[in-house]
């Protein structure tokens, strides 16, 4: 496992609700009017986390001027799943199975709401690029939620491969693109289903495109181009659960 620090109250919040035992080292400003940060304090003790005043100078030290609201944690955060973990997680799944594969997501503000939409969609595991894209740090568990250590998440380094393995599987590979013609809401859903999602700005990568079944388009009726990544990933994937009647 490796050290990370959580910065901020909702980061350091989700870590006390999911993983206390996970939390190395606990500090909490000095002096500070903030209710929340003595709710916070007196929880921590409730679950034998010991809570260590310091002054904010030292806080904005710890976080290099990060916006940490008066709360910083040490905590042991596990280190990604590997494309080894995905054909057992797929297999327990069964046809319930929902993988959320994003290629290439560089924005840490991204990735954290894609995480918590998909803890709250039930989503089997979240895949992403190992290289060029954004993996967990402080600033994805704190717009996660906490939902970056309750959801199974895989870093491939071969996200080509790993596609196609999710299909031997048995999973189809449904890519949002917004030239397609196919409408994703008259897309079948249900069964095994991995839904793809490019990165901001270029979108699905050529071989990726590739290895899906099917290419659709979230249909809009304004004028802008695209959605952001999180706002179609929530979409897609509780379109997703409406079909399977969840």
Avoid at 153 to 174: E, H, P, S
Avoid at 193 to 203: H, L, N, W, Y
Avoid at 212 to 231: F, H, Q, T
Wanted: glycine share 10%; proline share 4%.
């Amino acid at each position: 496992m490796s050290h990370e620090l959580l910065v901020g109250i909702n980061s350091v919040e989700a870590a006390l609700s999911h993983d206390p035992k996970n939390i190395i080292e606990l500090f909490i400003e000095t002096g500070s009017a903030n209710a929340r940060l003595k709710e916070l304090s007196e929880r921590a003790r409730d679950l034998g986390v010991k809570p260590h005043g310091r002054t904010r100078e030292l806080l904005d030290r710890m976080t290099g001027g990060a916006r940490h609201q008066g709360v910083v944690a040490q905590y042991r955060a596990a280190p990604p799943r590997s494309e080894a973990d995905l054909a057992a997680l797929v297999e327990a799944a069964g046809r319930e199975a929902l993988v959320l594969v994003l290629d290439g997501v560089t924005d840490p503000h991204n990735l954290g709401a894609c995480l918590r939409s998909a803890e709250a969609a039930g989503v089997t595991a979240v895949v992403v690029t190992k290289d060029k894209a954004v993996g967990i740090t402080p600033i994805v568990r704190r717009a996660s939620a906490g939902a970056a250590d309750r959801v199974p998440f895989i870093a491939a380094t071969n996200l080509a491969r790993t596609l196609r393995a999710l299909k031997d599987a048995g999973v189809w590979l449904v890519g949002l693109a917004g030239e397609s013609e196919q409408d994703f809401f008259r897309v079948d859903l249900k069964g095994p289903m991995a839904i793809v999602i490019g990165s901001e700005g270029e979108g699905l990568r050529r071989l990726t495109r590739e290895q899906c079944d099917y290419l659709a388009k979230i249909p809009m009726r304004g004028a802008v181009e695209s959605l952001n990544v999180s706002v179609a990933t929530g979409i897609a994937l509780f379109e997703t659960l409406r079909q399977r009647g969840s």
